[in-house]
C-alpha cells in the first residue's frame, strides 16, 4: 500500500539534496510534481503554463534549496513557490475556463440526483467565483491537500487568516451549491 504523500517526511531527502545530491532531489520531484502542477492548473487554469509554473518552482527550490528553514515542509515551501509565480503569471487566479454550459433540460426528472461528474462540475464552477483569496486558500486546502499551516507558510499569510478565509469560503460555497443538495 502506498503511503499518501501528505504522510511522508520529506527531511533527509532534503538534507541529501541540499548537499547535491540530485538523485535525492529527483526523489522530491517524483513526490511533488503531481501535486504542484494539478495547484497551478487549478490556480491559472492554462495546463501548459500550469506545468512551466511547476517546472520552474521546482527549479527555483533547487537553487534555495538552502534557504528552506524546515525541511519537513518542503511539499508547503515548493507549492507556496508555485503559487507566487501563479500569481506573477496571472496577476490574479482563474480557476479553471468554464467549460460549455448545457442548457436547462425543460422539465426535471422526478427524483433526478446529479451525477459525481455533474456535482464536480459545480464546485469548480463555485469555486471559479469566489475572490481570489478564498480560492487560493480553498484550492490549497482541498486540491493541494496542505494542512492550514502549510497553506499559512506556502501563502504568506498568518493561520489565522487561513483558517477565516477556509470559514468564509464553506459558507459562500455552500450557498452556491445549497440549490444541488435541496430537495423539491
Known amino acids: 500500500m502506498a503511503v ?15 548537499r547535491g545530491n540530485r538523485e535525492a532531489y529527483e526523489t522530491l520531484f517524483g513526490r511533488h510534481r503531481d501535486g504542484v502542477g494539478r495547484t497551478a492548473y487549478l490556480l491559472i487554469g492554462d495546463a501548459d503554463l500550469a506545468q512551466d509554473v511547476a517546472q520552474e518552482a521546482f527549479l527555483i527550490a533547487w537553487r534555495d534549496l538552502r534557504r ?12 507556496g513557490i508555485a503559487v507566487n509565480l501563479c500569481r506573477v503569471r496571472r496577476g490574479s487566479f482563474r480557476i479553471l475556463p468554464g467549460p460549455p454550459v448545457a442548457p436547462a433540460r425543460a422539465e426535471p426528472e422526478p427524483d433526478a440526483q446529479p451525477s459525481e461528474a455533474d456535482l464536480r462540475l459545480a464546485v469548480l464552477q463555485a469555486i471559479r467565483v469566489l475572490p481570489r483569496r478564498l ?3 480553498v484550492v490549497l486546502r482541498y486540491y493541494g491537500d496542505l494542512t492550514e499551516a502549510e497553506i499559512a507558510a506556502a501563502a504568506g499569510i498568518p493561520a489565522g487568516t487561513v483558517k477565516s478565509r477556509l470559514a468564509r469560503a ?10 444541488l443538495t435541496e430537495e423539491e
Open 4 to 18: 499518501p504523500v501528505t504522510d511522508v517526511d520529506d527531511s533527509g531527502l532534503v538534507a541529501e539534496a541540499g
Open 68 to 79: 528552506l528553514r524546515d525541511p519537513a515542509r518542503f511539499r508547503a515551501w515548493v507549492t
Open 135 to 137: 480560492r487560493e486558500v
Open 170 to 179: 464553506r459558507e459562500l460555497l455552500s450557498a452556491a451549491l445549497a440549490s
